[in-house]
């Protein structure tokens, strides 16, 4: 199969509990002309055959294989190898809507858009019943109008997933060769190159927040990666959008609260505490610095005193922990 309309990439690595509804999804599709290209990220568990068994009876789909690298470089993989006019990505453990596609290419089409968005609905290990995000009514926006809605509000995520592309957007753009924030990297990028892009006021997308997985639920240094995509879009917006300037410290701030959102999560205070102090401290001098801009950001400064007080909590906790079992052990001494 040549030039079909829409390239779906779907970047896999032992996937195989998820992956046949993921790809039947997509096969199913309403929206027939695409290739969907499955890569194979190192798999060791059933995932390849699984995808095997789809190519054998559906010419669209494409499988590649490489060695494991991580999502970011599997999508590189694919869009390297991509021939569609348009771009999709696809998780392995998700799933799409039966008409996600053609909502999205026939808005881009009708709005002469070179990117399309539709909401999505999370699921938690496929138990619960799902919570609709983003079901604002359809908008349109200007290059200018999707940076601030991207920066000030949470319409839009850095997740690549619910969105389509024109190819043309990723001619000198690609996913980092990181494990974790590597979409939040290339979101920024992609965005100085669209002057027209569509949200289509539908949740289209499916999203399975599996909490269990290692990568989305154990803190470790890897994670502070997202900092530096703050400090890329920062560049960004600097560069291109200098009426946003002013949100900066918003988005400085509130990159550090999610990684302390994630370490108190993830039970890892005791481990890396010495990076929740550094990243508070720092948390500290942009608000000093930024008091008019803060004092506008109440929200922001709840998040930044929990933080403070976690802080003040665990070291009280450490302390009266060691004093119980010193006078245990001068109790015992005594007998």
Not at 75 to 92: H, M, P, T
Not at 135 to 146: G, Y
Request: with cysteine.
């Amino acid at each position: 199969m040549t030039n079909p309309k829409i390239s779906i990439i779907v970047p896999y690595y032992n996937a195989e509990l998820y992956l046949k509804k993921c790809i039947s999804s997509i096969l199913n599709q309403r929206f027939f002309d695409f290739e969907l290209i499955l890569i194979d990220d190192g798999s060791t568990d059933q995932s390849y055959l699984i995808s095997q068994s789809f190519a054998a009876t559906d010419n669209r789909v494409v499988l590649l294989r490489k060695e494991n690298g991580g999502q970011g470089t599997a999508r590189n993989y694919g869009l390297d190898y991509a021939k569609g006019e348009y771009i999709g990505f696809v998780d392995s453990d998700d799933y799409i809507e039966p008409d996600m596609y053609e909502v999205l290419y026939h808005n881009c089409v009708n709005h002469n858009a070179e990117l399309a968005i539709c909401g999505y609905k999370v699921f938690r290990n496929i138990k619960l019943a799902p919570t609709n995000l983003h079901t604002t009514p359809k908008r349109v926006f200007s290059k200018f109008s999707l940076m601030e809605t991207y920066i000030l509000t949470p319409l839009i995520s850095s997740g690549p997933c619910n969105k389509l592309y024109s190819k043309v957007l990723f001619e000198n753009v690609r996913f980092p060769s990181l494990r974790v924030a590597e979409d939040a990297f290339v979101l920024p990028l992609i965005f100085v190159n669209v002057k027209t892009a569509v949200y289509v006021g539908k949740s289209l997308y499916n999203w399975n927040l599996r909490m269990g997985s290692t990568e989305r639920s154990v803190f470790t240094p890897k994670h502070l990666a997202a900092i530096d995509a703050v400090d890329s879009l920062a560049t960004i917006i600097k560069k291109n959008y200098t009426e946003l300037i002013q949100h900066l410290p918003g988005e400085r701030v509130k990159v550090r609260l999610s990684i302390l959102e994630h370490i108190v999560i993830s039970d890892s205070y005791a481990q890396y505490q010495d990076i929740y102090k550094k990243l508070l401290h720092e948390i500290s001098i942009e608000i000093k610095d930024s008091r008019e801009f803060f004092k506008e950001c109440p929200y922001i400064l709840k998040k930044a005193l929990f933080a403070i007080n976690y802080n003040l909590l665990f070291r009280f906790k450490v302390r009266y922990v060691a004093l119980v079992k010193n006078f245990i052990k001068l109790l015992i001494s005594k007998f």
